[in-house]
């Protein structure tokens, strides 16, 4: 698991968030920090697959940090690679900047999300697709970006849609997957990354409050959780 979320417990919830819904255990996920420190040679067929966290990085940035612009750097070098080697990998959140920047994709300010509970329809090739399997061909997730695509980029499968942002899933090739919602959260998880990030521009921080009870009542189910699941059914080696 690559993390660039430059917040020790906003890191760690993540990390913590991946394991509990991917019934992954600590010993079969390596967390590497990409903002930390420089990302270290990464020998994939060592590995299963690649799954890239959320970020407090946007690739739309105006202005961006000499370590924004290092992760951004580590991580297209090894998307290039990836993709290009149809390598097992989930991005969530951050990961459709990354995947779709290689494509050539647009992603800006557009379909922008404030932090909320959202219906997920599922494409027919969505219902089809086994990262899907089990989930209702509409559902709920959690969601919260300030960027998105701005239209698929070329070349993908398009795997789920939304009203206010039309882009939510989508594959490249059999095994490059990635979602605008965020399959890791659940209402626990939402709540507590809102504490933290309640000052980082996603919402008022006076709607904290709100906000919580919110994420409580929504339709969120636990079926975003099934794509964490499915990614490590489907791809997870003994």
Known sequence: MLATRDHDEAAAAEYRSVLRHSGLAADQLEHI?????????????????????????????????????????????LVDEIVDTDFPFLGMCYGVGTISTHLGGVIDRTFSEPVGAIEIELTDAGREDQLLEGVS???????????????????????????????QMYRVGANVYVTQFH?????????????????????DPSELEDLTEMAYASQVSGQQHLVLRNFVARYARD
């Open 183 to 203: 399959p890791e959260l659940d209402a626990d998880d939402l709540a507590a990354r809102m504490r933290i990030y309640q000052h980082a521009g996603y919402f």
């Open 137 to 167: 061909p509409s559902f709920h997730a959690f969601v919260g970006h300030k960027e998105a695509c701005n239209g698929a980029p070329p070349g993908v499968v398009m795997l789920a849609t939304g009203v206010d942002c039309p882009v």
């Open 33 to 77: 920090r990409v903002e930390s420190r420089p990302l270290p040679p990464l020998y994939l067929a060592d590995y299963s697959g690649v799954i890239l966290g959320g970020s407090s990085f946007n690739i739309s940035d105006a202005q961006k940090t000499e370590i924004q612009l290092r992760v951004e750097a580590d991580l297209a070098a």
